[in-house]
Each structure stands twice: as C-alpha cells, then as structure tokens.
C-alpha cells in the first residue's frame, strides 16, 4: 500500500512542470511551422503569381482584352470609311483602349497596351501581333 501512494505521490509532484514535455512541444510546434513554411513555398512557385501557368494566363487575357478593343475599334473606322470615303483624319475616343497610330486612304495601324506588352493591329483585314505599329 505504501508503494502505492509513493507511485501516486512522485506522479502528481510534478504534473505539467517536467521541463522536457515543455521543451519537446517547443520543438514539435517549430518543426510543423516549418514544414508548412516549405510545403506554402513549393506550392507558390507552381500555381502562385510568379509561375508559368500564371504569367501565361495573363498574358492570354492580355492578348484577349487587345483583340476585342481592336475589333470594336476597327468597326467605329469602318464607319468612320463608310461616311469620308477614307481613314485618314479619323479619331477614336479613349474608351476604347487603343490608339490609332496612322491612317491614310486605304489602311490603318491601331495599337494598345505599353512597354513590352505593346500589340497592334493593320487593318483593315491584318492580323494582330506584338510589338509597336
């Protein structure tokens, strides 16, 4: 019975203050943080704003927005064609998106975007692609 109570006794003196169970959650809790800490950082570099698939997309959605504000724009100078007889002294407003560069009597050069994501567009019938007019 006396051992008993001395088992019991030694347990209870010390239920939460061993300083190795407080030490060895410090270390579990770090060591988590830290796993998860390299798994957010592999799973950035593959689907975050930095990667491929992202700076792809974007550029697709870029190239998109430019194609419809070249059509839209296209169809306000065949319009503009169809009252003057010519390109040439048409304006666009800046709504939408684009600039137009030059026009003459029978062709016009339409660009939008800047720096190095700058695309145009020679119409009346030309196809859109990168770079400056």
């Known amino acids: 019975m006396r051992r008993a109570r001395r088992f019991l006794k ?3 003196d010390c239920p939460d203050n061993c300083g190795v169970s407080r030490g060895f959650g410090l270390v ?24 491929k698939t992202a700076q792809r997309a974007e550029s697709e959605g870029i190239a998109a927005v430019g194609t419809i504000n070249f059509n839209q724009a296209g169809t ?25 560069v030059r ?10 975007g800047v720096g190095g994501a700058v695309q ?11 770079g400056p007019c």
């Open 10 to 12: 030694k347990r209870s």
């Open 28 to 51: 579990v809790v770090i060591c988590s943080l830290a796993i998860v800490a390299a798994l957010m950082a592999l799973n950035l570099r593959q689907s975050g704003p930095t990667s």
């Open 76 to 100: 306000e100078l065949e319009a503009y064609r169809a009252e003057h007889a010519t390109y040439a002294g048409a304006v666009l407003p800046a709504s939408f998106g684009v600039t137009l």
């Open 103 to 112: 026009a003459d009597a029978t062709t016009y050069c339409l660009q939008a």
């Open 120 to 130: 145009h567009f020679v119409g009346p019938a030309g196809p859109t692609s990168s």
